[in-house]
Each structure stands twice: as structure tokens, then as C-alpha cells.
């Protein structure tokens, strides 16, 4: 994948401020569903942290550069 994809907003919120003028909406994006999918990932690795090491990284640079590539497999494999 060249271009990395974030996903989009995982949990976009929808913020109404009500004064005596009027509402005021806010739109506040959230985590990014790369970072989300990367969370989640990473909670299965840390489950099972033998099988992380990567590319000769220490374990903890390996568990994150894995969690972000599974995180990018679910993206790629999710706009499919």
C-alpha cells in the first residue's frame, strides 16, 4: 500500500451547544479507525508477546510497527 489510508473517523461525535443566539454544532472526528484497528490489534499481540519481533526490533518496537501493519491489512482488506 504507497499511500497509507487512516480509515476515516472511528467514533465521530456530533456536539450541539445551545445558547440564548442559537445552537452551535461542532464536529469532532475521534480516534482514526487505523488507530482503532492498531488498539485492537495490539491487544492481541500483547496477549501472545512471542510472536512480535519484527525485522530484529526489540519487542516493544516490534508489537507497535505490527499492530499498525495489521491495522493497515484491516483497512486494505476492508475497502475491498
Given at each position: 500500500m504507497s499511500e497509507k489510508k487512516d480509515g476515516g473517523p472511528a467514533f465521530p461525535v456530533r456536539v450541539i451547544t445551545s445558547t440564548a443566539i442559537?445552537?452551535?454544532v461542532s464536529e469532532l472526528p475521534g480516534l482514526?479507525?487505523?488507530?482503532?484497528?492498531?488498539?485492537?490489534a495490539l491487544q492481541g499481540l500483547l496477549a501472545c508477546p512471542n510472536n512480535t519481533?519484527?525485522?530484529g526490533l526489540s519487542t516493544r518496537d516490534s508489537v507497535s510497527k505490527?499492530?499498525?501493519?495489521?491495522?493497515?491489512?484491516?483497512?486494505?482488506?476492508?475497502?475491498?
Open positions: 442559537g445552537d452551535h482514526s479507525l487505523r488507530d482503532y484497528f492498531a488498539a485492537k519481533r519484527v525485522d505490527v499492530a499498525y501493519i495489521l491495522a493497515d491489512c484491516m483497512i486494505e482488506a476492508r475497502d475491498a
